[in-house]
């Protein structure tokens, strides 16, 4: 497997890292992973994009070996959303392609919008905008996230070594134990007695607002990039066919792919994700 090179960004309010495959004379294609992986999770993928792009994975803000916001702070897609335009700047990316993973390709999409001038190509995996709100939970969930809580109530997990971390991750996951390890490697901290989670624990908490659908098209609308966009077969079931279908509708110029597989595509099956994304990508 291709080593990386470990870079990092500095932003005025927060570290952020990266880990970055190809030569820096290539088009930059700017990666985002999925909520608690990190820039590892394109471990498998990126090497077979090398040759024609440099890929700069990032860390979002909490996970990997990025920063965690200051206390009382919380995750929300317009504060990742700003913090990958803070690194697109700080790594002085002019234009430059986007590939993202489902938390990722949620938060890409809304980079997209925020940014059309900026965004060459747009590649998403199993995402497309952020989680939407229908209503039914929506005030069950605003309690959730406001309830009073203490942080210091259970104990990090330690993990005795690396394989015990790789197999509760695969558990955890479905992934099998090859195809996570590259995210668990780099998730990971050593510490006494073992090692724990680098991310942060706050990521697990219940967000206390998400946007109604209505406003998830409007956003959508707003991408001008050609898009291209792979999905698991059968679907994920938090990202059920009509859904994605209605979403797809609002991009002026996208191309919808399946592919059988999990979740994971890019790490289940890189070789045929690779051929999607040069296909998708400008020669």
């Known amino acids: 497997m291709t080593v990386p090179v470990e870079r990092r960004v500095g932003l005025p309010h927060l570290p952020l890292a990266a880990q970055v495959w190809g030569d820096e004379t290539l088009p930059p294609l700017l990666a985002l992973h999925g909520w608690l992986d990190n820039a590892g999770s394109f471990a498998r993928l990126a090497p077979l994009l090398a040759a024609r792009w440099q890929v700069i994975a990032l860390d979002l803000p909490g996970h990997g ?9 919380s995750y929300h897609y317009v504060d990742y959303v700003q913090a990958v335009l803070a690194a697109a700047d700080a790594l002085q990316l002019d234009r430059y392609a986007l590939l993202g993973h489902s938390l ?18 747009l590649l998403l995996i199993e995402g497309l905008g952020p989680l939407g709100d229908d209503g039914s939970h929506t005030l069950q969930r605003f309690r959730d996230a ?44 050593e510490t006494d007695g073992g090692w724990r989670w680098r991310s942060d624990p706050r ?11 209505a406003q998830v098209h409007a ?28 979403r797809a509708a609002c991009v002026a110029d996208i191309l919808v792919s399946h592919l059988d597989g999990g979740h994971h595509l890019h790490l289940e099956h890189p070789q045929a994700v690779a051929r999607w994304a040069n296909a998708s990508l400008p020669a």
Do not use: C, W
Request: proline content about 10%; hydrophobic content about 45%; cysteine-free.
């Open 219 to 246: 956003l959508l609308r707003g991408i001008a990039a050609p898009t291209a966009l792979l999905l698991a077969q059968p679907a994920t079931p938090y990202l059920p066919g009509a859904l994605m279908q209605a």
């Open 146 to 189: 406001l309830a009073p809580r203490n942080d210091n109530r259970k104990p990090l997990r330690i993990f005795r070594d690396v394989e015990q971390a790789v197999s509760a991750r695969s558990i955890a996951s479905g992934l099998p134990a090859e195809q996570a390890r590259p995210i668990v490697e780099r998730g990971l901290l």
């Open 104 to 121: 990722g390709a949620g938060i890409a999409a809304l980079v997209a919008a925020a940014r059309p001038e900026r965004i060459e190509r």
């Open 203 to 213: 990521l697990t908490r219940p967000s206390a607002v998400r946007m109604a659908e």
């Open 65 to 73: 070996h990025s920063g965690h916001p200051a206390a009382g702070a």
